[in-house]
T-cell receptor
Framework: AQSVTQLDSQVPVFEEAPVELRCNYS??????LFWYVQYPNQGLQLLLK??????LVKGINGFEAEFNKSQTSFHLRKPSVHISDTAEYFC???????????FGTGTSLTVIP | DTEVTQTPKHLVMGMTNKKSLKCEQH?????MYWYKQKAKKPPELMFV???????INESVPSRFSPECPNSSLLNLHLHALQPEDSALYLC???????????????FGEGSRLTVL
């Protein structure tokens, strides 16, 4: 079975400071990894994804994430956050042989002016 | 065209009403999904259609009835709902198991359902 853990339910950070949102997963098979962002009253938007290849992936809005197979982690980072980054962030895993996605519980990022 | 379109955006219904949520995509995706999302929670999977066939039903009550008329359309029929069914209902699509290589879910903006 697959599971996704986002240990931090809420992360407050000052504007222009760096941020890291943590994601760990468990799976006995190969997976695809994703980060989604959700702004209030909207659907989920893909920030970035890891399918294969380079373990450092860059996404939209200046976000990047690193896939670490030995630690089964896929942490999301941004070197300098903006007020507009305030949103809910979800890590997700997809087993590469199936259609089902498994979501973490989400991290609420609040950027403080 | 990389959009998933959901209608209506907002729906208020009584417990005896029958209504439907609609979802449409023209990306050639062969997997389509319904999720239910409560505030500050992750999306909960309800149904998955793969190649127009229901492939996953996450033990959803029968008052929710999905339908996939063709590869571009997905409906969710609602009948005799309860107030606790009030939530944001998200439709999503992906290339599906047998096709494509990108693998991600594309989400619509959601339908906000309120059951009185």
């Amino acid at each position: 079975a697959q599971s996704v853990t986002q240990l931090d339910s809420q992360v407050p950070v000052f504007e222009e400071a760096p941020v890291e949102l943590r994601c760990n997963y468990s799976s006995s098979v190969s997976v695809y990894l994703f980060w989604y962002v959700q702004y209030p009253n909207q659907g989920l938007q893909l920030l970035l994804k890891y399918l294969s290849g380079s373990t450092l992936v860059k996404g939209i809005n200046g976000f990047e994430a690193e896939f670490n197979k030995s630690q089964t982690s896929f942490h999301l980072r941004k070197p300098s956050v903006h007020i507009s980054d305030t949103a809910e962030y979800f890590c997700a895993v997809r087993v590469n042989t199936g259609n089902q996605f498994y979501f973490g519980t989400g991290t609420s990022l609040t950027v403080i002016p | 065209d990389t959009e998933v379109t959901q209608t209506p955006k907002h729906l208020v219904m009584g417990m005896t009403n029958k209504k439907s949520l609609k979802c449409e995509q023209h990306m050639g995706h062969r997997a389509m999904y319904w999720y239910k999302q409560k505030a500050k929670k992750p999306p909960e999977l309800m149904f998955v259609y793969s190649y127009e066939k229901l492939s996953i039903n996450e033990s959803v009550p029968s008052r929710f009835s999905p339908e996939c008329p063709n590869s571009s359309l997905l409906n969710l029929h609602l009948h005799a709902l309860q107030p606790e069914d009030s939530a944001l209902y998200l439709c999503a699509s992906s290339h599906g198991r047998q096709g494509g290589s990108t693998g991600e879910l594309f989400f619509g903006e959601g339908s906000r359902l309120t059951v009185l």
